[in-house]
């Protein structure tokens, strides 16, 4: 059975707790990820809590960041995310017959300061450095995409959205993170600089009985 390490990001506490789940199944079968455009050497994978697309709406999903560099090469992109949902991400959900699905109660504040969000204004958890105040972030490596995976939990679908009718659903989501990009060719020095990535689309399933 194939273990992964998964970092919860609540909605509502947006605290992480690490643990490790079998992500694939008692079948040892490859994980599934929809995956974002490359941008600045760096790009997301989003899978939910047990390696599958195509997921229902009650699963967590979950994401990865991973770099084109190879893992071999020692160079390792270090990155920062928000851990705030209301600046982490943003989502829309269209359903069966293409129509945006509106947000429940619960789920309007996810994404509200999406746009908003400048890594000056942030700070990494746990660093000491910069003064602890502001858009709290969690910083990570990304590395090649090779299993075990990093797997970091932002959300259930049936959360944020009303989701009543059975069907296929298209959850769009918009990923930024905050990564240390270098300068200019070779050992040039690194700058703290905002990637926001192009909208991934996972599919979500909505079962005629279940949740």
């Known amino acids: ?3 992964q390490i998964i970092r919860f990001l609540s909605t509502t506490a947006a605290r992480f707790a690490a643990l490790s789940v079998a992500a694939a199944g008692e079948t040892n079968a490859p994980m599934q990820f ?39 090469t020692n160079d390792i992109t270090m990155v920062a995310f928000p851990v705030d949902p209301e600046y982490a991400c943003d989502v829309q959900l269209f359903g069966p017959n293409g129509a ?31 003064p602890q105040h502001g858009v709290r972030m969690q910083r990570t490596a990304a590395m090649y995409k090779t299993p075990p995976y990093e797997l970091l939990v932002i959300l259930r679908p049936s959360d944020i959205f009303d989701i ?13 993170i ?3 990009l270098p300068t200019g060719p ?26």
């Open 1 to 3: 059975m194939q273990e």
């Open 34 to 72: 929809v995956q974002t455009k490359v941008v600045d050497g760096l790009y997301i994978g989003v899978t939910d809590e047990f390696g599958h697309t195509n997921a229902p709406p009650t699963n967590h999903l979950c994401f990865c960041i991973w770099t084109t560099n190879a893992f071999w």
């Open 100 to 130: 945006e699905v509106p947000r429940s109660e619960n789920g309007g504040s996810v994404g509200r300061h999406f746009q908003d969000f400048d890594p000056a204004s942030g700070y990494v958890y746990g660093t000491g450095w910069p």
């Open 164 to 176: 009543k009718t059975p069907g296929r659903y298209v959850l769009r989501i918009h990923f930024q």
């Open 178 to 180: 905050v990564a240390s």
């Open 186 to 211: 070779g050992r040039s020095p690194r700058q703290e600089t905002l990637v926001r990535f192009p909208p991934v689309d996972f599919p979500v399933v909505k079962a005629a009985s279940g949740p």
